[in-house]
């Protein structure tokens, strides 16, 4: 079964600067969508940003960008110009079929 | 409604009740997903449902737990004769459709945090 394999547990970044969050997966199948997904204190998962495993060009949504590389099995998402509204949990997931896998999730603080 | 909706928001119990956990998908929206997500940490897999059927089950925690789904519309996970460890928020998600599952992006909805005296 598909599983993501790593994520940094927490990360630091100050405002107005980019920050790279770390995703490794794990898979034996060609076919497989990554999402990355955000929940901040509220409790809510806000979708942010989907890469296809076919898709020839990285993803890219306002100032999330999606970094994939597929030989070494990363999606990492590139945050661009951190807000202070960012601070959150991120959460990368992937999934081959009905069910998708979570990662344990990284916690962004944008420090002012 | 337009987003994904649970109910209720908040569940108290006491340890040997049952529960019932509701949730109303996307309108139009043909695939439902049950995830259980424990204090601090990440969102674990419980079922899926491509309109009334759940094909794979193997992601119940264990036989005290069952889901399902009428009408392909409205599902509701319950959990039987509860214990302290199924203390968690139960999240809700459904997405378009099963068809091209890999690319099919998930709407959450709020949760329900249940806690088992």
């Known amino acids: 079964a598909q599983k993501i394999t790593k994520t940094q547990p927490g990360m630091f970044v100050q405002e107005k600067e980019a920050v790279t969050l770390d995703c490794t997966y794990d898979t034996s199948d060609q076919s497989y969508g990554l999402f990355w997904y955000k929940q901040p204190s509220s409790g809510e998962m806000i979708f942010l940003i989907y890469q296809g495993s076919y898709d020839e060009q990285n993803a890219t949504e306002g100032r999330y960008s999606l970094n994939f590389q597929k030989a070494r099995k990363s999606a990492n998402l590139v945050i661009s110009a951190s807000q202070l509204g960012d601070s959150a949990m991120y959460f990368c997931a992937m999934s081959e079929g009905g069910d998708m896998r979570f990662g344990a999730g990284t916690r962004l603080t944008v420090k002012p | 409604g337009a987003g994904v909706s649970q109910s209720p928001s908040n569940k108290v119990t006491e340890k040997g009740k049952d529960v019932e956990l509701r949730c109303d998908p996307i309108?139009?929206?043909?695939?439902l997903y049950w995830y259980r997500q424990s204090l601090g940490q990440g969102l674990e897999f419980l079922i899926y449902f491509q309109g009334n059927s759940a094909p794979d089950k193997s992601g119940l925690p264990s036989d005290r737990f069952s889901a399902e789904r009428t009408g392909g519309s409205v599902s509701t996970l319950t959990i039987q004769r509860t214990q302290q460890e199924d203390s968690a928020v139960y999240l809700c998600a459904s997405s378009l459709e099963l068809a091209r599952p890999s690319t099919d992006t998930q709407y959450f909805g709020p949760g329900t945090r249940l806690t088992v005296l």
């Open positions: 309108s139009g929206h043909t695939a």
